[in-house]
């Protein structure tokens, strides 16, 4: 089996992720979280949380209804804008999405390529229909918005929201008065979006139904130029590609400085890198930032960079998430269509509407990146979840299953699951139950074994290494909080020669 058929083997099995309503054939695109896949989400979204409303005791999350009117997604551009190229099969007329043959034909990027671009592009390498090997059709355009009927009458459409971010452009008005009309200000969004993707593909990376975390920061754009922090990030190192460039390089904040991007810009880079490489611990040559082309960001984003991780399973680099100036094309747009006046704000005597930074990430994605990123092949196969990401701390585990040892082992359970992650198995062989566990990323395993009911001791063992350590029962707990901070499994007590 490759990489992919390996991992689609543990989390299918071990209740990490599936198909939703596979039992009836589902259309594809929608996938449920299992309890596992359930608890890496909610750990990742909590690291999120932790990461970035913490950089400011004015950022704040809210949380929105995913229908809204007609008029927002008119206002916004979503019901103009928010399309993708669609091309059929001729004879078996399958639909696809014609950038995504363009760049699995041509090994290139093709989001940023036209119509005509994209067709010249299909005759040209004689890309055919994946499945029957039929000619396609000519490209035309696929709103991905989802409208629903709301009410009885059915007269009354309105839409699923294609991204969160709207949310909080609609939430201004209500937090800028509720904040004392001070700037600047964060809301912050977790939560479901919906778009109608033609041909969804690779798991995670292409969903009907989507997670996203955004932070939209309202601010002075005036301020784009300052940071308080500068003299502790100028000397930075930020990875990008940029455009252009064939080699990612790293770059000190001070000479990107240079190229004209602005300091507050600067600052949520290094705090978004951070939040991969030292939050996430996502080793650093799988993290990148590539700028975007003129031609390939929205025409109202004044700077525009993705953030991008190398994943075996998706083909390489790839979006999970993207730092995007957006000035104040959002709010001026909401005011127009509401009719409604986004509250401007008077500072040493001008008035302006703020500007947004927008943080946006895609949290389904990221979560199929850990699971790619830290999964280990060889004699075992297993997920090397980082501290404090594993679906579990710790496992505990009788010996054998009679003689009181699960008694004892409950016992021990019961006190540990007040404070770690904990997860009690009794079935089978003590080592098959270690390989299971492994498998699924549980950090560390505790057997009880009859020394422990004649002498009071634990083993604890270590999922990388698998090397085990007796403790006594009544430093477990402590121990085990040491092993979870971060201290060195060898350094925790004497190792089992």
């Keep these: 089996m490759d990489k992919l058929d390996k991992i689609n083997s543990i989390t299918l099995s071990r209740g990490f992720f599936y198909p939703s309503a596979e039992i009836y054939k589902a259309s594809s695109g929608f996938w449920t979280y299992g309890h596992l896949g359930t608890r890496i989400k909610h750990k990742w979204e909590n690291i999120w949380r932790k990461s970035f409303l913490g950089l400011s005791p004015r950022y704040f999350e809210i949380d929105d209804c995913v229908i809204m009117p007609k008029k927002v997604f008119e206002s916004s551009g979503h019901l103009e804008h928010f399309n993708d190229p669609l091309t059929e099969c001729r004879k078996c007329h399958q639909r696809y999405r014609a950038d995504q043959l363009v760049e699995n034909a041509t090994n290139k990027n093709a989001e940023d390529m036209t119509i005509e671009e994209l067709d010249k592009a299909i005759e040209k390498n004689k890309i055919k229909c994946p499945k029957c090997k039929d000619d396609l059709s000519k490209i035309k355009i696929f709103n991905m918005m989802f409208p629903i009927n709301v009410g009885a009458t059915e007269t009354n459409v309105m839409y699923l929201r294609p991204e969160s971010a709207q949310s909080p452009y609609l939430a201004y008005k209500r937090e800028f008065e509720a904040m004392r009309r001070k700037l600047p200000f964060g809301l912050a969004t977790i939560g479901k979006v919906f778009r109608n993707e033609i041909s969804p593909r690779q798991g995670f990376f292409r969903l009907r139904e989507i997670v996203q975390a955004e932070l939209q920061i309202f601010f002075d754009p005036k301020e784009i130029t300052k940071c308080d922090n500068w003299d502790k990030i100028k000397s930075e190192k930020i990875r990008i590609l940029k455009v252009g460039e064939k080699k990612?390089?790293?770059?000190?904040?001070?000479?990107?400085?240079?190229?004209?991007?602005?300091?507050?810009?600067?600052?949520?880079?290094?705090?978004?890198?951070?939040?991969?490489?030292?939050?996430?611990?996502?080793?650093?040559?799988?993290?990148?930032?590539?700028?975007?082309?003129?031609?390939?960001?929205?025409?109202?984003?004044?700077?525009?960079?993705?953030?991008?991780?190398?994943?075996?399973?998706?083909?390489?680099?790839?979006?999970?998430?993207?730092?995007?100036?957006?000035?104040?094309?959002?709010?001026?747009?909401?005011?127009?269509?509401?009719?409604?006046?986004?509250?401007?704000?008077?500072?040493?005597?001008?008035?302006?509407?703020?500007?947004?930074?927008?943080?946006?990430?895609?949290?389904?994605?990221?979560?199929?990146?850990?699971?790619?990123?830290?999964?280990?092949?060889?004699?075992?196969?297993?997920?090397?979840?980082?501290?404090?990401?594993?679906?579990?701390?710790?496992?505990?585990?009788?010996?054998?299953?009679?003689?009181?040892?699960?008694?004892?082992?409950?016992?021990?359970?019961?006190?540990?699951?007040?404070?770690?992650?904990?997860?009690?198995?009794?079935?089978?062989?003590?080592?098959?139950?270690?390989?299971?566990?492994?498998?699924?990323?549980?950090?560390?395993?505790?057997?009880?074994?009859?020394?422990?009911?004649?002498?009071?001791?634990?083993?604890?063992?270590?999922?990388?290494?698998?090397?085990?350590?007796?403790?006594?029962?009544?430093?477990?707990?402590?121990?085990?909080?040491?092993?979870?901070?971060?201290?060195?499994?060898?350094?925790?007590?004497?190792?089992?020669?």
């Design 248 to 497: 990612i390089k790293d770059y000190t904040c001070a000479e990107l400085l240079k190229q004209k991007i602005p300091k507050f810009y600067l600052y949520h880079m290094v705090r978004v890198q951070k939040f991969y490489v030292e939050d996430l611990q996502i080793p650093k040559q799988k993290f990148r930032f590539r700028e975007l082309s003129e031609k390939e960001r929205a025409f109202y984003n004044k700077i525009h960079f993705d953030m991008e991780l190398d994943v075996d399973t998706l083909g390489g680099w790839k979006e999970f998430g993207g730092l995007h100036y957006r000035g104040d094309y959002d709010l001026t747009c909401h005011q127009k269509g509401s009719k409604q006046k986004m509250e401007s704000v008077r500072i040493d005597g001008s008035r302006f509407i703020p500007h947004i930074l927008e943080l946006s990430f895609g949290v389904d994605r990221n979560v199929w990146a850990l699971v790619d990123i830290f999964f280990k092949e060889g004699e075992r196969d297993y997920i090397a979840f980082p501290l404090g990401i594993a679906p579990f701390d710790v496992a505990v585990f009788p010996l054998v299953n009679k003689k009181g040892l699960p008694e004892k082992a409950m016992e021990i359970f019961d006190s540990l699951r007040k404070e770690f992650n904990a997860f009690y198995d009794e079935s089978g062989s003590v080592g098959r139950r270690y390989r299971r566990q492994d498998e699924v990323g549980t950090n560390f395993g505790v057997t009880i074994d009859f020394d422990t009911l004649e002498k009071g001791v634990v083993t604890i063992r270590d999922r990388d290494s698998m090397k085990q350590i007796r403790v006594d029962e009544g430093e477990l707990v402590e121990v085990l909080r040491n092993l979870l901070g971060g201290l060195k499994f060898s350094k925790a007590g004497e190792l089992v020669k």
